[in-house]
C-alpha cells in the first residue's frame, strides 16, 4: 500500500508541476511586461517539475510529501487567481488538482506517520 501511495502522490505531483510548467512556458509568448512575468514564473515552475522528478528518483518520501504540499499551494493559489478574474475554467481545474494533490498527500503522510508510530 505504502508503494502505491508513493507513487499515485508522486503522478499528481508530477503532473500538477508539469501542467503549471505548459502553461507558463505558454504565457512566454506574451510581449513587454507580461513576458518579464511569465519568464519569472516559468523560471519557478520548472524548478518545481524539476525537485519533483529528483524526488521520485531519489524515492524519498519526505522530498516528496514537501514538493506534492507546495504544489497544492501553488495550484490553490492559481485558483484564487482564476477566481479573481472569473475564469471558471482556471478557477475549478488548478482548485481540482490541490485538492487532488492534497489527498494523495494526507494518504501518504498517514501511512508515513503510522510506519513511524510503530
Known amino acids: 500500500m505504502k508503494s502505491r501511495l508513493f ?12 501542467t503549471s510548467v505548459g502553461f507558463s512556458v505558454a504565457a512566454l509568448s506574451s510581449s513587454g511586461d507580461a513576458q518579464v512575468n511569465a519568464m519569472y514564473a516559468a523560471s519557478r515552475s520548472l524548478s518545481l517539475a524539476l ?3 529528483v524526488v ?3 524515492r524519498s518520501r519526505t522530498g516528496l510529501l514537501t514538493v506534492a504540499f507546495v504544489m497544492a499551494l501553488v495550484q490553490a493559489g492559481d485558483a484564487v487567481i482564476g477566481a ?3 475564469h471558471p475554467i482556471k478557477t475549478l481545474g488548478p482548485a481540482f488538482l490541490a485538492l487532488v494533490t492534497m489527498a494523495v498527500l494526507i494518504a501518504l503522510w498517514r501511512c508515513n506517520r503510522g510506519d513511524e508510530a510503530s
Open 84 to 86: 479573481i478574474e472569473h
Open 51 to 53: 525537485a519533483s522528478v
Open 7 to 18: 507513487w499515485l502522490c508522486a503522478l499528481v505531483t508530477t503532473g500538477s508541476a508539469f
Open 56 to 58: 521520485v528518483l531519489a
